[in-house]
C-alpha cells in the first residue's frame, strides 16, 4: 500500500475521495490523524491553481505523497459562476443559501440554457515539489429546485447528463461512478500507480 496525506479540511470530500478509492493500493491518511490543521488561503485565478497551493502547504507538514482537490460548480448562462469562488458564492454561508442564489439568477435570465458542469481539479505534491496535476468534469444541467438529501454543495439542483436525478437523489454508489471527483481521482491513482514508489524511494 501507498500512503498519501489528503491535504484537506473538508470531511466530505474525504469520505468522498476514501469511499471512490477503495480496491486501489492507495492508503489515504485525513490530516487529523497525523494532528496537522491548516487554513490554506486560495487563489481566486482557478480550481488547478487552488489544488497546487493546497498540495504545497499540506506537503510542507507530511513528508511523503499529499493530494489535495479543488473543485467547484460552473453555470454556462452565469458565464461560468460560481466557479472557483462556488464555496464563497455571493457571500451565502450555507449551501441552501448559494443553491436558492443560482436558481434565481437563472430564474430572472431571459435565456432557457441551463447547462452546467461540476470540476474538479487534483494536484500531488511532496517535499514542497508540485508532482502531477489534472482535471476533471462532470457534465449536465440545473434543476428547477432542489432536490435529494445526498451529496453536498450544489449536489441537490445538479442533474448529471443521461440521469433524471439530482446529485443529491443518486446514491453514493451511483454518483462515484460518475463524478467530476471519481474522474480526477482515477487519473490520480493511475499516476501513483506508475510513479509513486518511484517518488517516495522505494
Known amino acids: 500500500m501507498i500512503n498519501v496525506l489528503l491535504g484537506s479540511s473538508n470531511d466530505h470530500k474525504i469520505a468522498e475521495i476514501i469511499s471512490m478509492s477503495q480496491g486501489s493500493n492507495i492508503a489515504f491518511i485525513c490530516p487529523a490523524e497525523l494532528n496537522i490543521a491548516l487554513d490554506v488561503k486560495e487563489g481566486v485565478s482557478s480550481f488547478a491553481e487552488n489544488a497546487s497551493i493546497k498540495a504545497m502547504a499540506y506537503s510542507r507538514k507530511y513528508s511523503g505523497l499529499v493530494l489535495a482537490d479543488d473543485s467547484g460548480f460552473e453555470v454556462c448562462e452565469l458565464g461560468g459562476r460560481p466557479g472557483v469562488l462556488s464555496n464563497r458564492f455571493e457571500g451565502l454561508k450555507t449551501d441552501y443559501g448559494r443553491c436558492q442564489k443560482v436558481l434565481s439568477l437563472l430564474a430572472h435570465s ?45 449536489d441537490p439542483i445538479f442533474v448529471p447528463d443521461g440521469f433524471s436525478k439530482s446529485f443529491a437523489e443518486l446514491s453514493f454508489a451511483d454518483k462515484n461512478q460518475i463524478s467530476h471527483r471519481v474522474k480526477a481521482l482515477n487519473l490520480v491513482i493511475d499516476w501513483i500507480n506508475i510513479h509513486g514508489i518511484e517518488a517516495i524511494g522505494g
Open 110 to 154: 431571459d435565456s432557457t440554457n441551463r447547462k452546467a458542469k461540476f470540476r474538479c481539479a487534483m494536484a500531488i505534491a511532496m517535499r514542497e515539489e508540485l508532482l502531477f496535476n489534472c482535471e476533471a468534469v462532470c457534465e449536465g444541467t440545473v434543476n428547477f429546485e432542489p432536490s435529494g438529501v445526498n451529496g453536498f454543495g450544489y
